[in-house]
């Protein structure tokens, strides 16, 4: 299904960074398994202003070796603009939520292999 789309809120229940990063690398392996396209990660700017543990961590995973055979693509909400085109190709339902991405410093948008 070319427009399968999920959501992962990966601060619910303020978890570590580490715990985070587990919860969303097992997550994207089942999502992938059960053929999802696409999963918007909801992980927070953080409390500080500055970006917090949880977004760092995710984004820094996101490019990892072991996520190489998961994650075709990611882009930050904030670099959502120069990458909606090429995302909605690939998950059509990523259409409706883009009010919700643009701009978003507090969600990653991930396309699944």
């Not at 992980?43 to 995710?58: A, L, N, Q």
């Not at 995302?87 to 978003?104: D, P, S, T, W």
Request: hydrophobic share 40%; proline share 3%.
């Amino acid at each position: 299904m070319p427009g399968k789309l999920a959501i992962l809120n990966l601060e619910l229940g303020r978890p570590s960074g580490d715990a985070s990063v587990s919860k969303m690398k097992n997550t994207l392996l089942t999502y992938k398994g059960q053929g999802v396209k696409a999963v918007i990660l909801i992980h927070g700017y953080g409390s500080g202003g500055e970006g917090g543990v949880i977004r760092e961590r995710v984004r820094i995973a996101l490019v990892g070796s072991d996520m190489r055979g998961i994650v075709r693509a990611f882009a930050p909400g904030e670099q959502w603009a120069a990458k909606k085109r090429e995302f909605i190709g690939m998950c059509k339902a990523l259409e409706k939520e883009e009010r919700q991405i643009a701009n978003n410093q507090g969600v990653t948008v991930v396309i699944l292999r």
